[in-house]
Each structure stands twice: as C-alpha cells, then as structure tokens.
C-alpha cells in the first residue's frame, strides 16, 4: 500500500515567478505539499504566457500543477495585510523578487518570522540577497553567462553558447527545493526553528562547474570551448551516422576503450602506445576521434548503437523531443504523463521526479486558471466569507 505523501500538511506560500522559485515549489507540491500560488490579479506568473499554443497556457499546465492558485496585490496596505495573515498558517514561503522588495512591503523575513517562528522563508534572486550585484536582476541566460559555464560551452572557433533549455533554472529549482527540504528535517525531527534561505540563481550553475575552480585555483588554467567533445575524456563525442543521426558515446575509461576497439575492427589500438592510456589519447585527441568518427559515419544509427550495447559501450541517440516522446524506454519509466488540461482534453508533461518505492509524487491536476482557488483557500487558510472575498475583488485586492 502506499504511504502517505512526504510532504503532506506541510503548507507553502508561493510568491515567486520565472521561474526557478516557482518550479522548487512545484516540486514540492508533486510530493503531497498545499503549495498556495499567490499571484498578481491583473496577469498573473509570467509563466502564464511562455507556452504558446492556441491561446492554451501549455507552460503553465506544467509548472502550475498541482498548486491551488490564489490572487493578491502585494502593492495595496490590505494586501500586505492579508499575506501577514497567510504567513502565520504557513510552513514555507518561497519568493523570487529583487533583494529588499519584500521589506519595503513590510513582508520581509524579520517581520512574518516575529509572527510565525516556525516560518521557512525561501527567497530566489539573481545574485543572492548580499554583494555588490545584490540588487541586480537575472534570467536564466544572464545567471548561466555569470557562473562561467556559458564561457565554457560551444565549439571552439564559436562564441560563448547558452544551453537549449532553461538549465539554469531548473538547476535553481532542484536546489532551492532540496534546501527547503533541509529546513523542514532541521526543524520538524531536530527541533529547530524556521530559517531564512538564499539562494542566487547563479550558485547552481557554478556549483556544477566541475573541477574548473580547483584547477584554476591550483594552476590558474581557464577550461575553454571545447565543442561536444571533453576537454580531457577521449574518445568523447558527437558522431554523424550514414543515415543522417546524431549519437554520441564515451569511451575514455581505458577497459570501454579497449572494448570500443574491438566493435570497430581495430584492437590493436588498445595496444598503440598512442592511444593505449587515458593520457596518451587526451595528447592524440584528433587522431582518435577521427578514427571512431569514420568508422561509425559508415554505418546506420541503429547499426552502431546495437553493436555499442552489446559490448557495453556507453552511447546513444542524440534525442529530439520528438524523438523522446516516440521512445519506448521513456514511455516505460514513465517521463512522460497525460493530465486533463482543464478543457476537456488532455496534455502529455514531464513527469515527476524521482521515484519513490512507497511514497510516489503524483499529479493531481495541470496548472490552474489565475484565482481559481480564491473562494476556497481565503475560506479555508482565513475563514473569510464569499462576501468578504467578493469584496476585495472589488476592491483590487485580488
């Protein structure tokens, strides 16, 4: 039988938008959370308008699951007002504004944890709430280009590349997610107290840098473009099949090298003083790729990657998302899941991650209509009236 959801009881106030904040919270709410989506009245998270499509809000779908969505006016006293008065019943609060917005609207960590000590305030920003950049803002691409890593990213003859997808956001969201997780073992088993979180959007990014702040650090040697290749791992790489596809593999270990030469025909390069050690090969990197390079550029995708899993070789396909919704591995783990889109049809989404023996994250509904939850949530978390609500609404306080 499965138990019951890990975070069930546990209530959130989400004030954050684009879109690592929001996305934490998400997660969060995947795993049983109450996660009350506060947003502005008149349009909402701009995560409302990023997915195109027939007018649907497809992104939203997504990232709005399974979150009960609430408006109110952070700018308006009687705003300011109600979310005092949200903050005293909840246990996370998760914002993403610039350093010092929330403490103009008199909304700040020092005031809502004077109310509710048990408070997690969980605040994303650009650059952190401290240092000279504190009050500067950031996007995903500005965050990514800042930590180093959009430096370190595309061909070696190109200009600096972001990556496809909003990595760096995503990156923010798993570690904010992670260290309000934290807060809530540190304060619920071993007895403490709730606690402010910062997290610069930067940090994630730099965090997964690899060895490139200690070899710098050490030898002051700056990792450059280096294309779809490892600067140090060869053969590593990206390889165009006869039939026109993408795979890519990694054989730099010395036992899947030696495997590697036996697929394609050549074991004596296992011997070759040139290519017959992780060093060695780094030194002759072109010679080396050029050979596996030809040598699959012979042969069809489904060819080479049969005969790299029989040897047990680590490769693949190089997957659009076309590509991944038609793959069955993906369909047979799961990745993908279908959800009423709230317009009588359904939607495929990415899944939820990761996956629990008993306790499995769930989605129980796509994102929700801006103030759907108004009714019930001021009912419910203030006990105010369809009267009361109604008012406010007239009033532009949600």
Not at 10 to 39: C, H, N, Q, W, Y
Not at 290 to 306: H, Q
Request: proline share 5%; hydrophobic share 40%; with cysteine.
């Amino acid at each position: 039988m499965p138990g019951k959801a890990p975070f069930a009881g546990v209530r959130v106030l989400d004030l954050a938008t684009v879109m690592a904040g929001p996305i934490s919270a998400t997660t969060l709410a995947d795993f049983g959370a109450d996660v009350i989506k506060v947003e502005e009245p008149t349009r909402g998270d701009t995560i409302r308008g990023l997915g195109g499509g027939a007018g649907a809000e497809l992104f939203w779908l997504q990232e709005g699951r399974n979150k009960r969505c609430i408006t109110l006016n952070l700018r308006l006293s009687e705003g300011q007002e109600v979310l005092r008065a949200l903050a005293k019943h909840a246990d996370v609060l998760v914002e993403s504004f610039r350093p010092g917005t929330m403490e103009r609207w008199g909304l700040g960590p020092e005031e809502l944890q004077a109310a509710n000590p048990k408070l997690i305030y969980a605040r994303v920003s650009g650059y952190g709430q401290t240092g000279p950049y504190r009050e500067k803002g950031a996007f995903d691409r500005v965050a990514a280009a800042f930590s180093g890593v959009t430096y370190a990213s595309g061909q070696p003859d190109g200009p600096p590349t972001r990556s496809g997808y909003a990595l760096t956001d995503y990156m923010g969201a798993v570690w904010n997610a992670f260290a309000i997780t934290t807060a809530l073992y540190q304060r619920d088993v071993q007895g403490g107290r709730g606690q402010v979180i910062d997290l610069a959007l930067y940090e994630p990014m730099l965090r997964s840098s690899e060895a490139s702040t200690v070899v710098y650090d050490r030898y002051k040697v700056v990792r450059e473009r280096s294309g779809n290749r490892h600067p140090t791992a060869v053969p590593s790489d990206q390889y165009l099949t006869r039939d026109e596809r993408w795979i890519t593999l990694f054989a730099a270990a010395d036992h899947l090298f030696q495997r590697l030469a036996q697929v394609i025909g050549r074991p004596e390069l296992a011997d070759d003083e040139r290519y017959a050690t992780a060093t060695a090969r780094r030194e002759n990197a072109d010679a080396v790729e050029a050979i596996v390079a030809a040598w699959i550029a012979e042969r069809d995708a489904d060819d080479v990657l049969g005969q790299l899993d029989a040897a047990q070789v680590a490769a693949g396909p190089v997957n659009s998302i076309a590509d991944v919704f038609a793959d069955p591995h993906i369909q047979a783990r799961g990745n993908l899941a279908a959800v009423a889109d709230g317009q009588g049809g359904t939607i495929r989404m990415a899944g939820v991650l990761p996956k629990f023996s008993d306790t499995p994250g769930q989605i129980r509904h796509a994102g929700r209509p801006l103030g759907a939850d108004n009714l019930e949530v001021y009912g419910e978390w203030l006990g105010y009236s369809p009267e009361q609500v109604d008012a406010m609404s007239k009033r532009g306080v949600i």
